[in-house]
């Protein structure tokens, strides 16, 4: 039973333009939610976090939307660059707990110049 | 280091032979997690330290698998009569107690069991 779901496996996008990563959940005890990059050969690494309280968070380029009602999240990365290529993990967990994280399969983003 | 360090970074064994992967955590990082990642999965939760509390053991999968850690310093993850199912990237993670969720991870260490 997969509770966090990244329908994507891959996505493709040219320089400058809008990544726009997808993640569902079927929790519905997770109240916060995390992405993660990870490169080749690298441990995954923070990216962006959104509490359930809120609807949107942004860093940057990259912009967190949540949608509760839903149970889906997305990443906005604006504008992609080269080295945006990654794999990006959708992770979630609930009460506050910094530990069990449940995550995703990823969704590799090839950003072409 | 500044990051968390791994090791081995490879390990290649054969089915049924006992495997030890180290990790050193983040100097001040109270809390020390496992995760594995077996091929075009997510990564999996398997055990959690947070300082002297008794771990959270509840993601190893099997009796074959056990962790230690001395104090707030190295941990250890054993797997034990190894078996081709174990093949997965194992991370290490640290973090500050508290931190909202960021994990630091280190690069992890590939075991592959033939």
């Known amino acids: 039973d997969q509770q966090v779901k990244q329908n994507s496996p891959s996505l493709s ?3 400058g333009r809008i990544s726009i990563l997808n993640c569902d959940y079927t929790n519905s005890m997770f109240d916060y939610f995390l992405w993660y990059k990870k490169y080749p050969a690298e441990g995954p690494t923070f990216l962006i976090s959104i509490s359930s309280i809120k609807d949107k968070n942004e860093d940057g380029r990259f912009t967190v939307f949540l949608n509760k009602s839903a149970k ?3 990443l906005h990365i604006v504008p992609s660059q080269p080295g945006d290529s990654a794999v990006y993990f959708c992770a979630a967990n609930s009460g506050g707990s910094n530990y069990k994280l449940t995550f995703g399969k990823g969704t590799l983003l090839t950003v072409n110049p | 280091g500044a990051g968390v360090s791994q090791s081995p970074s ?4 054969e ?8 990790c050193d955590p983040i100097s001040g990082h109270t809390a020390l997690y496992w995760y594995r990642q077996r091929l075009g ?3 999996e939760f ?9 771990p959270d053991k509840s993601g190893l999968p099997s009796d074959r698998f056990s962790a230690e850690r001395t104090g707030e310093s190295v941990s ?6 190894t078996q081709q199912e174990d093949s997965a990237v194992y991370l ?5 107690k508290r931190s909202g969720g960021e994990l630091f991870f280190g690069e992890g260490s590939r075991l592959t069991v033939l």
């Not at chain 2, 089915?15 to 180290?22: A, P, Q, S, T, W």
């Not at chain 2, 250890?76 to 009569?81: D, E, H, N, S, V």
């Not at chain 2, 290490?92 to 500050?96: D, E, I, Q, T, W």
């Open chain 2, 41 to 43: 999965q997510g990564l």
């Open chain 2, 92 to 96: 290490c993670a640290s973090s500050l």
């Open chain 2, 10 to 13: 490879n390990k290649v064994t």
């Open chain 1, 72 to 74: 889906h999240l997305s």
């Open chain 2, 76 to 81: 250890t993850l054993t797997i034990q009569r």
């Open chain 2, 46 to 54: 398997l055990i959690y330290f947070q300082g002297n509390s008794a």
């Open chain 2, 15 to 22: 089915k049924g032979k006992d495997v030890e992967l180290r």
């Open chain 1, 13 to 15: 996008v040219q320089e």
